[in-house]
């Protein structure tokens, strides 16, 4: 399967995170795209630099103010002290119930806070660059799926799927499975499902699609009451408005086996196969892993290919956007397992 991949995803490495009140090194780090880019070329499939530029679709998924914030977040926090070269500017403020959100303060930190869901998505000085290759690689995907590919894989860090129209969290800063779903629709499909798969509910793709119609959202994930990211990715999510019914949340207790996980995939491929759409995004997460260090699902690198073998069967020209995991060294052999399962088929 063709691949989207750039080496721009390097320049995101910031050096830690909170975790427990400690500052440990970032789950999410330059090392699992290595370990993915590795076993692709080990298994013979074709890597390709994006070639799309995604500004324009990147305007339709997230707001103005925000684009403009994540652009300039690492110069503007340069700006304040040369000796911010060394340190990773973290929220410590936020505009909960109450507060507002539509001024947006002068202050740095309160703007990182006004654009942030969490603490937990630490920014360097290559946060954008690698960001927006991620971007560039979900609309060249798509392009692809234009010309005639049955499936293209963007394997992009930093993962999307937190990140919301005016917000970063959970290591995400561009939703790249929304700007996949919107440029689909950009280039004429008029059904679009996106599938998530990742251990954590995409909080942020799920508030993108919520009162539209055209784009399915279903999400297989941690029972939000216990995981991450908590306020959001419940059952009786169904969408609003003219989207009431096309979005489908199938969260699953902590600790949940492989079987179960399954026949929620099952649930949501039937749901997938009654939206009739012309083209499918999946947000793949492979945090589901057994050995994952921070999510608690079972899943085997067999078990990968036997999702990708049943997401075929779908028969939809499909975008596979790589999001969580956080076993690196496995990270690969399940990335490609999914992949080649799909090729299989
Ligand atoms: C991103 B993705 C460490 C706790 C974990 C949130 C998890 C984000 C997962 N401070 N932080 O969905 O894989
Ligand atoms: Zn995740």
């Given at each position: 399967m063709i691949t989207f991949f750039s080496e721009q995803h390097a320049?995101?490495?910031?050096?830690?995170?909170?975790f427990r009140g400690e500052r440990v090194p970032c789950f999410e780090s330059p090392a699992r795209?290595?370990?993915?880019?590795?076993?692709?070329?080990?298994?013979?499939?074709?890597?390709?630099?994006?070639?799309?530029?995604?500004?324009p679709v990147l305007a339709q998924v997230h707001t103005p103010r925000y684009l403009?914030?994540?652009?300039?977040?690492?110069?503007d926090w340069m700006a304040l002290d040369p000796a911010n070269c060394a340190r990773q500017p973290f929220p410590s403020v936020w505009p909960v119930r109450t507060l507002r959100s539509d001024v947006e303060p002068l202050n740095f930190t309160a703007r990182l806070?006004?654009?942030?869901?969490?603490?937990?998505?630490?920014?360097?000085?290559?946060?954008?660059?690698?960001?927006?290759?991620?971007?560039?690689a979900a609309v060249s995907a798509v392009g692809l799926l234009g010309a005639g590919e049955r499936g293209v894989f963007c394997a992009t860090r930093p993962p999307g799927h937190h990140a919301g129209a005016d917000f970063m969290g959970g290591y995400?800063?561009?939703?790249?499975?929304?700007v996949a779903a919107q440029a689909l629709r950009q280039q004429g499909c008029d059904r679009v499902a996106v599938l998530d798969v990742d251990y954590h509910h995409g909080n942020g793709t799920q508030s993108l699609f919520y009162d539209r119609s055209d784009v399915l959202f279903v999400s297989l994930h941690g029972d939000p009451r216990t995981e991450y990211p908590f306020y959001l990715g419940?059952?009786?999510?169904?969408?609003?408005?003219?989207?009431?019914?096309f979005n489908l949340n199938l969260p699953l207790p902590a600790g949940s086996p492989a079987c179960a996980w399954f026949d929620a995939l099952e649930v949501a491929c039937a749901r997938m196969?009654?939206?009739?759409?012309?083209?499918?995004?999946?947000?793949?997460?492979?945090?589901?892993?057994?050995?994952?260090?921070?999510?608690?699902?079972?899943?085997?690198?067999d078990d990968y290919s036997r999702?990708?073998?049943r997401l075929a069967k779908l028969a939809v020209p499909t975008v596979f956007v790589l999001e969580g995991g956080y076993a690196a060294a496995e990270l690969g052999v399940n990335a490609v397992n999914v992949i080649e399962g799909f090729e299989q088929d």
């Amino acid at each position: 399967m063709i691949t989207f991949f750039s080496e721009q995803h390097a320049l995101h490495a910031p050096e830690f995170e909170f975790f427990r009140g400690e500052r440990v090194p970032c789950f999410e780090s330059p090392a699992r795209a290595v370990f993915v880019r590795q076993q692709l070329l080990a298994r013979g499939h074709t890597l390709r630099e994006p070639d799309a530029d995604s500004r324009p679709v990147l305007a339709q998924v997230h707001t103005p103010r925000y684009l403009a914030f994540l652009e300039r977040a690492w110069s503007d926090w340069m700006a304040l002290d040369p000796a911010n070269c060394a340190r990773q500017p973290f929220p410590s403020v936020w505009p909960v119930r109450t507060l507002r959100s539509d001024v947006e303060p002068l202050n740095f930190t309160a703007r990182l806070g006004l654009y942030s869901m969490d603490n937990g998505s630490p920014l360097c000085a290559g946060t954008w660059a690698a960001a927006k290759a991620g971007a560039d690689a979900a609309v060249s995907a798509v392009g692809l799926l234009g010309a005639g590919e049955r499936g293209v894989f963007c394997a992009t860090r930093p993962p999307g799927h937190h990140a919301g129209a005016d917000f970063m969290g959970g290591y995400c800063f561009l939703n790249n499975a929304a700007v996949a779903a919107q440029a689909l629709r950009q280039q004429g499909c008029d059904r679009v499902a996106v599938l998530d798969v990742d251990y954590h509910h995409g909080n942020g793709t799920q508030s993108l699609f919520y009162d539209r119609s055209d784009v399915l959202f279903v999400s297989l994930h941690g029972d939000p009451r216990t995981e991450y990211p908590f306020y959001l990715g419940h059952a009786d999510e169904t969408g609003a408005g003219a989207g009431e019914g096309f979005n489908l949340n199938l969260p699953l207790p902590a600790g949940s086996p492989a079987c179960a996980w399954f026949d929620a995939l099952e649930v949501a491929c039937a749901r997938m196969a009654r939206h009739g759409a012309d083209a499918l995004v999946v947000s793949l997460g492979l945090d589901t892993f057994a050995g994952d260090p921070i999510s608690t699902f079972a899943l085997k690198a067999d078990d990968y290919s036997r999702l990708g073998q049943r997401l075929a069967k779908l028969a939809v020209p499909t975008v596979f956007v790589l999001e969580g995991g956080y076993a690196a060294a496995e990270l690969g052999v399940n990335a490609v397992n999914v992949i080649e399962g799909f090729e299989q088929d």
